[in-house]
T-cell receptor
Framework: AQKITQTQPGMFVQEKEAVTLDCTYDTSDPSYGLFWYKQPSSGEMIFLIYQGSYDQQNATEGRYSLNFQKARKSANLVISASQLGDSAMYFC?????????????FGQGTELSVKP | EPEVTQTPSHQVTQMGQEVILRCVPISNHLYFYWYRQILGQKVEFLVSFYNNEISEKSEIFDDQFSVERPDGSNFTLKIRSTKLEDSAMYFCAIKQGATSNQPQHFGDGTRLSIL
């Protein structure tokens, strides 16, 4: 069975500083993908970044980067130069590639608050 | 502009009634999903839909639930005989192709409140 664990229910960061949101996962599938989504207080789910299990390099997307450590089964999200608009819930999710449909399994989420 | 539109944005229904939640993608997509998020909890998978049939469903998706794509564009989730515990945000998600790195794009959700 697949499982995503986000151990930080809440995080605070000062504006313009970097912050790391932790995500560990458990799966027996050899091929999988890891995703991060942002959920602002308005409720929508916004895709941020993707990392494939066989990708050699850590994914980056603007101010977002993924610290992927396959042996440790962790996929931490790093947000650089935090902005007030980054305040939101952040969800880590995983998808196994054993079937093409590929449901997402989500973690509990981390609530990030950016302080001015 | 979101890739998928959900209607209604908020639905209030009496317990025992049936509700239909709708999802309209703006372009052709192959894969459709429904997820739900009970207030303050994580997002949970309900069902995936590919090639006009269910490809996978969770334990939550029992006989009370059904999905269909009646006219080739709208994708609907029907909840029969609603219960108080069905109150949640329901998200439709879509994925355009089979490539493994393609993310699922979520609609803005329908907040369902059962009274």
């Amino acid at each position: 069975a697949q499982k995503i664990t986000q151990t930080q229910p809440g995080m605070f960061v000062q504006e313009k500083e970097a912050v790391t949101l932790d995500c560990t996962y458990d799966t027996s599938d050899p091929s999988y993908g890891l995703f991060w989504y942002k959920q602002p207080s308005s409720g929508e789910m916004i895709f941020l970044i993707y990392q494939g299990s066989y990708d050699q390099q850590n994914a980056t997307e603007g101010r977002y980067s993924l610290n992927f450590q396959k042996a440790r089964k962790s996929a931490n999200l790093v947000i650089s130069a935090s902005q007030l608009g980054d305040s939101a819930m952040y969800f880590c999710a995983m998808r196994a590639f054993y079937n093409q449909g590929g449901k997402l399994i989500f973690g509990q989420g981390t609530e990030l608050s950016v302080k001015p | 502009e979101p890739e998928v539109t959900q209607t209604p944005s908020h639905q209030v229904t009496q317990m025992g009634q049936e509700v239909i939640l709708r999802c309209v993608p703006i372009s052709n997509h192959l894969y459709f999903y429904w997820y739900r998020q009970i207030l303050g909890q994580k997002v949970e998978f309900l069902v995936s839909f590919y090639n006009n049939e269910i490809s996978e469903k969770s334990e939550i998706f029992d006989d009370q639930f059904s999905v269909e794509r009646p006219d080739g564009s709208n994708f609907t989730l029907k909840i029969r005989s609603t219960k108080l515990e069905d109150s949640a945000m329901y998200f439709c998600a879509i994925k355009q192709g089979a490539t493994s790195n393609q993310p699922q794009h979520f609609g803005d959700g329908t907040r369902l409140s059962i009274l």
